[in-house]
């Protein structure tokens, strides 16, 4: 019996789940299962707290005050805040009309107007009204950057990194500076679920950077859950989901044909007859979340022609190559230092593309310097520059065509990827993955250099040390220079207040003026019971909107009330801070006498009850 020092026998014998007569608790036994299980998942426990910490610390101050506040600006999150609001709505009251939202009325499906994170809806099923939905976005916020963390720790991992490498290239790919342009862009930044997707894939097929394929090491399960974590990321939006759904796509085509040339060369397959059952499952359900978003946004194009994108839109938002190396202006450590770069580029949201500087340099040592085979590297290497060639668009020679304006007249939907600047998701986790490779190479060294020094050497043994602990400690610094890179300046403004006069709005409801960025607090407000209201903003005016918005414009007269009374709205709420300068200026002062309708003044607003 093994005696812990300095506790009685009895004691002991207790700590290891058993009585002192020589039983054995099966509580004891239980917990010690769980311990067992606990100490074998340390890592992944590890990363997966260690992920939740650093992305309260690098989005902060976005939990400091998540009811009001949003990161970036008022406008989007205000847009997506809503859009996660109405879909766990319609989950609970109405799932087949999840894409004819309250917003637009009377126009049908316009939750499908702009891009949308339906995968998000099950979380806005939690909670209700505006305060809810302001709290919902922000801790959503900071869970995606922990899941595109934790996801490309895994990918990375898996492809056969060290820790330290894998946490390098977790960092790099999920606080990249180019992130911070897209700080209301809930749906690019929504990149977590394609490194995990592909991590679990990797692991189902039993196939790393290092090892190659290892038949005796499937996981059919795993390929499946990778599958439909691929299937979910689909859904959080087209505008990086498409892509990733034609990445995938090219994966399976280039397996497929590695695998048949083995299979031809051996006499059998690779695939067990479990894997790919996995894989048709996991492919089908895959397929199936790609059609429901496509086919949603093609039945916008068949209901308002005005919402195609021509190819004047790409060229309009395709960068310069100088982009590629220019921070946004929320970049803690570049932002005031690009300022004058930025100033020279047309539209520096999209345009300013830097997936990190301490990335670059990492990823271009890691092509010579690396623990993965040469031609894996070759391989990740021309993917960088093909994705690096995508990423300009229309200002490559010849006009992007052969390029990316090539697959937007011959590719289903990529057309209406505008912004070819976002490529940059996958030049960044390439990179993230070559420095990944060369940071594992430099524990290699450090290990086969400088080996543990044998305790009690005397003077020699303290340098020994010493040197040892200046090495490991040299080691976290491309650790230490990937989180500096991420550190943000981001504003966090307040929310504006929700008007009184819409509580008291019978619906469905026009909210005055309408048009500009106010339209989409107007749509945060409306999850407050989820009144039917004309306002919303996308980049196209929706038949319907652009009637009631063009009648209303000399409101409140016969003509405008009949008008209004015809489309179905019930009441009308005017902003009267927000009508100067609009063709609404004169409402106010507008007299209501004969016209049918009521007026009432609700704390600072207007509201008119049509009757």
Not at 577 to 604: A, F, K, Q, Y
Request: proline share 7%.
């Amino acid at each position: 019996m093994i005696e812990i020092e300095g506790q009685s026998p009895e004691l002991a014998t207790v700590s290891r789940g058993e009585h002192p007569a020589g039983g054995t608790t099966a509580g004891s036994v239980a917990a010690r299962g769980v311990l067992r299980w606990l100490w074998s998942r340390r890592e992944w426990i590890l990363i997966v707290l260690g992920g939740l910490v650093l992305a309260v610390v690098l989005t902060w101050p976005t939990l400091r005050d998540p009811r009001h506040t949003v990161p970036g600006d008022i406008g989007d999150p205000a847009l997506f805040a809503w859009q996660i609001a109405w879909g766990g709505h319609a989950l609970l009251h109405h799932p087949l009309h999840l894409w004819d939202s309250n917003t637009f009325y009377p126009d049908p499906h316009s939750l499908a107007f702009t891009d949308a994170v339906v995968g998000y809806a099950p979380f806005g099923a939690i909670g209700s009204g505006m305060d809810a939905a302001v709290l919902r976005y922000n801790i959503l916020y900071v869970l995606l950057h922990a899941l595109a963390f934790i996801g490309a720790y895994a990918l990375t991992r898996q492809l056969g990194a060290h820790p330290l490498g894998a946490t390098v290239a977790g960092v790099a790919w999920a606080y990249a500076p180019w992130r911070l342009a897209h700080d209301g862009h809930l749906n690019v930044l929504s990149t977590g679920g394609i490194a995990l997707s592909l991590a679990m894939i990797a692991r189902g097929h039993g196939w790393s950077l290092r090892t190659g394929h290892r038949p005796e090491r499937h996981r059919p399960w795993w390929a499946l859950a990778g599958w439909l974590v691929g299937a979910w990321q689909v859904t959080l939006g087209l505008a990086i989901g498409l892509v990733f759904a034609y990445v995938m796509m090219a994966l399976c085509l280039v397996t497929a044909a590695c695998f048949g040339w083995s299979w031809w060369r051996r006499g059998r397959p690779h695939f067990g007859r479990r894997l790919l059952a996995a894989d048709l499952a996991g492919g089908l359900c895959f397929a199936a979340a790609t059609a429901f978003m496509g086919l949603a946004f093609a039945r916008v194009l068949q209901l308002y022609p005005q919402a195609d994108r021509g190819l004047g839109w790409t060229e309009m938002y395709s960068p310069a190559w100088r982009g590629l190396v220019i921070a946004p202006g929320t970049s803690w450590l570049w932002g005031a230092r690009h300022a004058a770069a930025r100033s020279h580029l047309p539209w520096p949201p999209e345009m300013t593309l830097l997936p990190g500087i301490a990335l670059i340099v990492l990823a271009v040592i890691g092509m010579f310097f690396s623990i993965f085979r040469v031609r894996h590297r070759i391989l990740l290497a021309l993917g960088t520059l093909g994705a690096v060639l995508l990423t300009l668009g229309a200002t490559l020679p010849w006009h992007g065509d052969p390029g990316y304006l090539t697959l937007s007249k011959h590719l289903p939907g990529w057309a209406a990827l505008r912004t070819p600047g976002r490529m940059t998701v996958w030049t960044t986790l390439l990179l993230a993955i070559l420095a990944a490779g060369a940071v594992t190479e430099f524990v290699a060294g450090a290990r086969a250099t400088a080996p543990r020094p044998a305790a009690g050497a005397g003077r020699s043994g303290l340098v020994a040390r010493g040197k040892f602990v200046a090495l490991q400690l040299a080691l976290l610094i491309p650790l230490v220079l990937v989180v500096v890179e991420g550190i943000n300046r981001t504003p966090h403004p307040e929310l504006l207040r929700y008007p009184a006069a819409m509580k008291a709005a019978q619906e469905p409801t026009l909210v005055l003026p309408s048009g500009g960025s106010l339209e989409m607090s107007i749509m945060l407000w409306s999850t407050n019971g989820f009144p039917r209201v004309p306002n919303g903003l996308v980049t196209f005016v929706p038949t319907g909107q652009e009637r009631i918005r063009s009648v209303s414009m000399t409101f409140p007269d016969p003509a405008s009330i009949a008008a209004l009374r015809a489309a179905g709205i019930r009441s009308v709420v005017v902003l009267p801070t927000w009508l100067s300068g609009t063709p609404w200026e004169g409402v106010p002062g507008r007299p209501i006498d004969g016209l049918g309708i009521s007026r009432e003044e609700i704390d600072g607003t207007i509201l008119y009850q049509l009757g």
